[in-house]
């Protein structure tokens, strides 16, 4: 069947703020789809709630509205745009669920607007556990043993009837599975279930029975109107089941499973989804599977794009959201190409010759008090994917990525305590593989490790020959190491660092780096071609190896490298993927080829045709230098990828890489508090007293001298990680003592406290001629609040001319001398008329794509633009600077605290939210104002 | 289940290529040389089934996925009674399995099978480079190491092309398989996969297999309802016995299905041309649209030759099923005589199970010619091979 014609306009819903359990991972699936539809000659209109998105850029629609996702905003905006069809399928459980609410009321059927990509009538059906359950009955596939209760009495009798704990318990209807969990003990049981009832929307909860000790799997399906089924990828959970699927460490293809219980599987997973009504697109289903006794059963169908499709897409090279977008407006698989190979069809189901290890990033060091256990309710923020040849190699690349300090897994430092070991592996929790690896350290058995952890053997065997390569290592001195020797060590994905960690003499990693590059042990890369090598694939898609042929040839254009931020955590998120892919296009656009590097698998900068070449690699200092090698590229712009990517220039200035942009002397210059206030002083800008520390009995006395209250915080960290308001000597010193058990050798930065003051956010670019302030942000919570958890208005609403020319001359007197080249963000805070500069960050920030989105100028775009050599004066000649802004913007933070019920809700220096939304608005006597106003004192705390 | 260390595994061995290619790894399975094309499997899963498949006799099998050996092996994956491919090659080889199930390690299973095979070897580059250069003989040793008087080895082996293999795996003698109450079929062997056999058998029919070879009259005394013709190795070109034979038996009226080389040797018989491909296909993952009901099947492939699309008459067949990534053919319908083919394997094996409702196309064009209704009850198997 070809396209539809009798559809002109299509409106696609987005997923809002970005909150835990529902990420950027639909930034990526929403901008594919735009993408794919309008290829396609659809009118299409987007809604999203979320200015960080690449989706929500006016190029990537016919019409964008930054507008709430509830129903009532969605119907006014159908009302006026009059779509054909509607495409709920792309924001995640958000967009479905206010499509359903408008299908309930009616409004789709009234307007005439068909629901595309799902069938609307049945999805209640997925998210409704007992009817779930019936379905599944009634299509012959096995599941576990449970029922639904609607009181704490029936779940009692339901516990007993399943053989008492521990018992599995699910809310329905509740967003990443939460208040759900294991109950092992009967003294948390009743709380557990009260909870679980009280947050269901319908208030009922499912009870059960405890699969601990499976394992888990899952499916991603694509589903044409021929009812042609495709499974694009097998997913596997290292981590066995009762810890959510967002939270476990997961591999594909599968490993362990044999074909016939493979197979078996596909089979029912077809059934399973062409058993949830008519539709053609997405669709993602869990599996659990007993070891020993084939018996297997269905946990969860999800009849949309997912985050483990963002991940299928990005470990098979498959595009699933833009496919299952052209299945839904009529298309059939077989009527569309593999656009990888560019020559076979899309009806087909990639084969990996490679292995996707998948590890969740958490911040629990975010949240006080909070409990680490991974359970059946997701807590990652984040997550890194690495591709390997093998399983080591990938799992070694992926604890390169997450970039929490390690060069891979363990092999690096000394081995954790014994005990801590014994401790840490016996419940699930995020370094358990790390755990697993000490363990065989220490002689573990893989029976006894299994015994523990429930992981399956063959990914246990597979660590225990890591540290069996591990400690032949040990025993060998790098200059006695032979050729063969070093290169399956690089091929198992040790890094330099940690070979030089292991091998008897003192040698640096770069000293590994030049030994094994004389001897030609230098990566290759080969493409991700969906295919197993068997067709030629025309898209440049690439990972490293230690293999024997080069696959990425070098072209002879001028080369920008761009990296990546990383994984999403708290403080550096979706927005620097926003940055990053603006950046690529502006490379582009100026002439260069663009090559984009990051392991971050639920972004738009890694989508394959994005960049002129994508590396997904770690953003690890070797990782990166090999590519730089290989390509050597005129120079890296560091700007675009928050602190992860600016950590890593020290060294490329070192070695003479050219950074494009701020140098990184420079960027480096304003961590150091004393060369920053010596800047200050110098431009006679104001700024609170302040001293630094490296003991607690040092920043005692420091803060005596300073007063009270004082603003802890250490050096070199994102998001204020670790800041606090410390109001005593007491305080002051368990803070500190907090941050020098993390971070020995940090030094401690110690502010006096400005109590009651406005907080400012400044955005601006510099060409090195003069300084374009992109937006002067007011927030409304006062300054001790992080600015990332601050309501922030755009233009300031209370802030007088003056105070503003001020801010204005203080940003342009730092940018210059700071040589900034390209994106400058200065915080300041405003007290009894008197402006202080408190921090200044020359790179590109968090409120970078609210202010784009605010003003409507593609801000780092031009930023990519002027570090390349273009002037700004260049863009205001054409007009490209002018703001379209009238009236406010206000961008609102978004919290998860639903996923830490145990963590107290309160503010501070230390940024919490996961997400935000924007609302314009043209007077301040409205909600969106109102509402933060008057609560802008309640939670600060510390 | 043992656990062989990896020091005293760790034995060297060599695979050389016909074009001179050289690549040394590790030495697994059986101690020795081994010869044969050097083809590759892109399927992910299924490594048993597809070293057993009788199709690959003569062939080093290559592996794409990287991991070979995970689940062990086990009975109940066997195609054939042994391991039919000549050598076995493998980028990482897992010698601690972990399968409740497993009888063995896949290390033990090919040294009791006496099969040579190598690890840590780059099959990436090696199938990038049969891609563009095309299928080549090779041979495996893990005794001598000296590269050149191996690629002298890899040349002087005899070349697929020309070769007439099915009667180095056709059995000794017919025997019948199960029985049960639904349509007699007699199956041609040629190196038939027993999935094939198995598939017939839940379908409740009588099953009786005959070596290749066996004359056409002493298969119609045992007055079957329908006639298969089996998977096999080697070029259908170089059997002009057993075309005579499938033509003879196509004239008898008799409901025909051949699979693969059957499918081959059938439209031979029709006068169509088959050639050698330039790269076969080998997998689980290649799509072929059934171009009566517009619906498109993933299915398992294992042929390195193909039936000419231009030389089939239009009043000796029509195709059926069209392979979505080279157009090539994969399915055709009889006019003359009451016959389908399949150059795929419906019976999977490893690989998706799209396909097996052609047993069921089969059994019904045989209930129609014969008269018959078809049983619900699976047939009893009578001898337990493999």
Redesign the interface.
């Known amino acids: 069947m070809p396209k539809r014609t009798d559809i002109e306009t299509i409106l696609l819903i987005g997923s809002g703020p970005i909150v835990i359990g529902q990420a950027c991972e639909f930034d990526y699936s929403g901008s594919q789809a735009a993408r794919a539809l309008m290829d396609e000659g659809y009118r299409v209109v987007l809604v999203n709630s979320n200015p960080a998105t690449i989706m929500t850029d006016p190029l990537m629609a016919d019409k964008v509205y930054l507008r709430e996702l509830t129903p009532s905003s969605i119907a006014q905006i159908a009302r006026k745009e009059q779509p054909d069809a509607v495409l709920p399928t792309m924001g995640g459980q958000t967009g479905l669920n206010v499509a359903q609410d408008l299908k309930e009321s009616g409004f789709w059927a009234e307007e005439g607007i068909e629901v595309i990509g799902v069938d609307i009538d049945t999805v209640q059906i997925t998210e409704d556990r007992q009817q779930f359950r019936d379905l599944m009955d009634e299509i012959g596939l096995d599941q576990s043993r449970s029922r639904t209760a609607k009181s704490l009495l029936e779940a009692k009798e339901i516990t007993q009837e399943l053989g008492g704990l521990p018992v599995v318990i699910r809310p329905s209807y509740t967003l990443g599975g939460a208040g759900g969990g294991i109950v092992w003990e009967a003294d948390t049981f009743e709380s557990m279930v009260t909870r679980g009832l009280e947050l269901s929307p319908a208030h009922q909860v499912l009870i059960d029975e405890c699969l601990f000790g499976w394992k888990e799997y899952e499916l991603e399906l694509l589903r044409d109107p021929n009812d042609n089924v495709i499974i694009i990828a097998s997913i596997e959970n290292v981590t066995p089941m009762g810890v959510h699927t967002g939270d476990s460490v997961t591999v594909a293809p599968q490993q362990t499973l044999t074909d016939k219980q493979f197979q078996k599987m596909r089979d029912a997973a077809i059934k399973a989804m062409n058993s949830i009504g008519t539709f053609a697109g997405g669709c993602n289903i869990q599996f659990a599977y007993e070891p020993g006794t084939d018996r297997m059963i269905v946990i969860e169908i999800n009849p949309r794009v997912s985050r483990s499709s963002a991940l299928a897409s990005k470990a098979t090279g498959y595009p699933i959201a833009k496919v299952a977008s052209k299945l839904a407006i009529g298309y059939t698989l077989d009527e569309l190409p593999n656009e990888i190979t560019g020559d076979t069809s899309a009806c087909f189901e990639p084969s990996l010759d490679y292995v996707v290890t998948k590890i969740p990033r958490f911040n629990f060091s975010k949240f006080e008090g909070v409990d680490e256990e991974l359970t059946t309710q997701m807590k990652a923020v984040g997550e890194v994917m690495a591709i390997g040849r093998t399983f080591n190699e990938s799992l070694q690349k992926a604890w390169q990525s997450l970039e929490i300090g390690y060069a891979g897994l363990g092999a690096d430092r000394p081995d954790a305590d014994r005990s801590v070991v014994r401790e840490r592996l016996k419940k699930p929790y995020w370094d358990n593989l790390l755990h697993v690896r000490h363990a065989f350290r220490y002689g573990a058995s893989v029976e006894e490790v299994h015994d523990v952890t429930q992981i399956d053997p063959w990914f246990l065997h597979q660590i225990q020959a890591l540290v069996e390569q591990e400690n032949k290592i040990r025993e060998t001195p790098l200059r006695e190491m032979e050729d063969r020797f070093l290169w399956e060590a690089k091929r198992a994905g040790f890094s330099d660092e940690q070979i030089a960690y292991l091998v008897p003499e003192d040698v640096s990693d770069r000293a590994v780096r030049a030994h094994r590059t004389e001897r030609d042990v230098t990566p290759t890369y080969q493409v991700v071609d969906t295919c197993a090598g068997e067709f030629p694939a025309e898209t440049p898609y690439y990972y490293s190896s230690y293999e024997t042929v080069n696959e990425s040839a070098v072209t002879g254009r001028e080369k920008v490298l761009i990296l990546g931020s990383g994984p999403n955590r708290i403080g550096q998120g979706i927005e620097f993927d926003y940055s990053c892919v603006h950046g690529v296009k502006a490379a582009q656009e100026m002439g260069y080829e663009a090559l984009m590097l990051n392991c971050n698998p639920e972004t738009v900068s890694t989508d394959f045709d994005v960049a002129d070449k994508l590396y997904f690699e770690p953003v690890f200092w070797e990782r990166v230098q090999d590519v730089i090698d290989l390509e050597q590229p005129e120079g890296v712009i560091l700007q675009l990828g928050g602190q992860t990517a600016i950590k890593l220039g020290e060294r490329f200035e070192e070695d003479g890489v050219h950074i494009f942009g701020t140098s990184y002397s420079k960027m480096d210059l304003v961590e150091d508090r004393g060369k920053f206030t010596d800047i200050l002083k110098r431009l006679e800008i104001p700024s609170p007293p302040y001293g630094v520390a490296h003991s607690v009995e040092e920043a005692v006395a420091t803060s005596d001298e300073l007063g009270y209250p004082t603003l802890i915080r250490p050096s070199y960290v994102l998001g204020g990680e670790g800041m606090r308001i410390a109001i005593n000597r007491d305080e002051v010193a368990e803070y500190v003592d907090n941050i020098l058990s993390i971070y020995p050798d940090n030094e401690i930065l110690l502010d006096r406290f400005l109590e009651d003051a406005i907080e400012i956010d400044v955005d601006a670019v510099c060409d090195g001629e003069e300084v374009w302030i992109t937006g002067i942000m007011q927030h409304i919570e006062p300054a001790g609040v992080h600015s990332g958890d601050s309501t922030a208005v755009l233009p300031p609403f209370s802030l007088s001319e003056d105070i503003q020319e001020t801010i204005r001359q203080y940003t342009r007197d730092l940018a210059f001398e700071l040589g900034v080249l390209g994106l400058l963000n200065v915080q300041m805070i405003v007290k009894d008329g008197t402006v202080y500069v408190i921090e200044a960050n020359p790179r590109a920030s968090r409120t970078v794509p609210f202010v784009a989105k605010a003003s409507g100028i593609p801000i780092p775009a031009i930023a990519t633009k002027v570090m390349l050599g273009e002037t700004l004066a260049t863009f205001r000649e054409r007009g490209d600077l002018e703001s379209s802004l009238t009236g406010y913007a206000i961008k609102e933070p978004v919290f998860s605290w639903d996923k830490f019920p145990e963590v107290p809700k309160e503010l501070g220096p230390e940024m919490k939210s996961t997400g935000e939304s924007i609302a314009f608005v043209d007077s301040l006597s409205v909600e969106e104002f109102e509402q933060p106003y008057e609560m802008k004192d309640l939670y600060l705390s510390r | 289940m043992s656990s062989p260390t990896?020091a005293s595994d760790a034995a060297p061995a060599t695979l050389a290529l016909s074009d001179g290619t050289v690549?040394t790894g590790t030495a697994i399975g059986h101690r020795g040389l081994t010869g044969g094309e050097l083809c590759?499997n892109?399927?992910?899963?299924?490594y048993q089934?597809i070293m057993t498949d009788p199709s690959y006799y003569g062939q080093l099998m290559m592996m794409?996925?990287?991991?070979i050996g995970?689940?062990g092996a086990?009975d109940?994956?066997m195609e054939a009674d042994a391991p039919m491919v000549a050598g076995f090659i493998v980028?990482?080889f897992?010698r601690?399995?972990?399968?409740?199930?497993a009888d063995e390690t896949l290390d033990t299973f090919m040294k009791r099978h006496e099969l040579v095979g190598i690890a840590g070897v780059?099959?990436?580059?090696l199938?990038?480079h049969i891609?563009s250069e095309g299928v080549m003989n090779a041979v495996i040793s893990s005794a001598e190491q000296d590269p050149s008087p191996l690629v002298q080895k890899a040349r002087d082996w005899p070349s697929m092309a020309g070769r007439e293999l099915a009667s180095k795996v056709w059995p000794e003698a017919p025997y019948t398989y199960c029985k049960g109450d639904g349509p007699r079929i007699a199956v041609y062997d040629f190196g038939v996969k027993q999935n094939i056999l198995r598939s017939f058998c839940a379908r409740g029919c009588t099953v009786r297999v005959v070596p290749g070879h066996t004359p056409l009259d002493d298969v119609l005394d045992w007055d079957p309802d329908g006639l298969f013709f089996s998977n096999g190795p080697g070029d259908p070109r170089a059997m002009p016995d057993a075309i005579a034979r499938v033509g003879r038996a196509l004239k008898t009226g008799r409901p025909a299905f051949g699979i693969c080389l059957g499918h081959q040797l059938m439209s031979l018989a029709q006068g169509f041309d088959v050639y050698k491909m330039f790269?076969g296909h080998r997998?689980?993952?290649?799509?072929v649209?059934n171009l009566d009901t517009?619906?498109?099947e993933?299915t398992t492939q294992n042929h390195g030759f193909a039936v000419d699309a231009e030389s089939i008459a239009p009043d000796a067949a029509r195709v059926t099923h069209v392979n979505?990534?080279?157009d090539t053919i994969e399915g055709l319908e009889f006019k003359r005589v009451p016959g389908m083919s399949l150059q795929y394997h419906p019976e999977?094996?490893?690989?998706?199970?799209d396909s097996h409702y052609h047993f069921d196309r089969f059994l019904e064009m045989v209930a129609e010619e014969r008269g018959l209704s078809l049983p619900e009850a699976a047939a009893e198997p009578l001898t337990v091979t493999a």
């Not at chain 2, 780059?122 to 580059?125: E, K, P």
């Not at chain 2, 999977?348 to 199970?353: N, V």
Request: net charge positive; charged share 25%.
């Open positions: 990896a690549v590759f892109t399927s992910m899963t299924g089934e794409t996925q990287p991991h995970n689940y086990t109940e994956d980028r990482d897992t601690r399995p972990s399968n409740p199930q780059d099959t990436r580059a199938v990038r891609r790269v997998g689980a993952n290649h799509p649209k517009g619906r498109v993933v979505l990534n080279d999977a094996s490893p690989g998706p199970h």
